[in-house]
């Protein structure tokens, strides 16, 4: 059962931070970043998750929290009502509390969101490192969410204590860190991980993103690597499954 409190923050801190990759290797969204400069703070109720979007140059910096001094600020009254937002459908009720008048900094933010939601939905081959590229780190946020805020994960993975690497072979990486009190999620590869997840190539990654392939017999032909602390492994594969149902 999807937890609408921590699909907001699935959102505001694993989905929204694509838009600095997104801006740093898409020439579209680049263009895009570039119309306006400004910052952008997301607000969900009286004590929910703050999140901050800021526009440099062509550039985005996503930072989950409420940095001071916002051009825009959009208070969400309820969870859900953020969550709509994001799917596209239901009830969206944003309340400008500032900057109401600064409507380019709004429409560049739409049209980068836009552009953010069509690359990771593609299926082209033109996209499709820049795709593996953002799924991997937000697979990586989004299990640090969960470990941090999902009532049933948080109890599995508190038990945890070390890092697991996300590969993409001759690609990027990703990895979590459980060693602390809280989850973390960081770009690149860990310097000792204590589990090693490693995808033969981009497209069977993307493939078992979209849950196209059975991993098992992926990983007796050889494609998909598992090493190290395999009880770790199971926990991971649990957060895997649960992003799932959070962003079906």
């Keep these: 059962m999807v937890n609408e409190a921590v699909l907001s923050r699935v959102y505001l801190e694993a989905v929204l931070p694509c838009l600095e990759v997104l801006t740093l290797r898409d020439t579209k969204a680049s263009g895009i970043a570039a119309l306006w400069n400004g ?3 997301f607000c969900v109720g009286l004590s ?3 999140c901050t ?3 440099r140059g062509s550039g985005a910096a996503v930072t989950p929290a ?38 380019k900094g709004l429409l560049t933010f739409s049209k980068l969101a836009e552009r953010m939601q069509a690359v990771l939905e593609s299926t082209g081959r033109e996209t499709l490192e820049l795709r593996a590229e953002l799924m991997l780190g937000l697979m990586s946020r989004a299990i640090a969410v969960l470990a941090r805020h999902d009532p049933e994960y948080k109890a599995q993975a508190s038990h945890l204590h070390g ?18 009190r809280a989850a973390k999620a960081s770009v690149g590869p860990a310097p000792s991980p204590d589990f090693i997840l490693e995808f033969d190539d981009s497209p ?45």
């Design 204 to 248: 069977l990654f993307l493939d078992v993103a979209d849950d196209k392939v059975d991993v098992l017999a992926e990983a007796c032909l050889g494609r998909i690597s598992l090493k190290g602390d395999l009880h770790m492994g199971q926990i991971v594969n649990i957060a895997l499954d649960k992003i799932g149902e959070y962003l079906l």
């Design 66 to 103: 409420a940095l001071p001094n916002p051009d825009v600020g959009l208070f969400f009254p309820h969870v859900r009502m953020l969550n709509n937002l994001f799917r596209g459908k239901g009830l969206q009720i944003a309340l400008p509390w500032k900057g109401i008048t600064r409507i």
């Design 39 to 41: 910052s952008i703070r």
């Design 163 to 180: 890092v697991t690497e996300f590969r993409i072979r001759n690609g990027p990486t990703s990895h979590v860190d459980f060693s602390g």
């Design 53 to 55: 979007v800021e526009l």
């Design 48 to 50: 929910g998750p703050r």
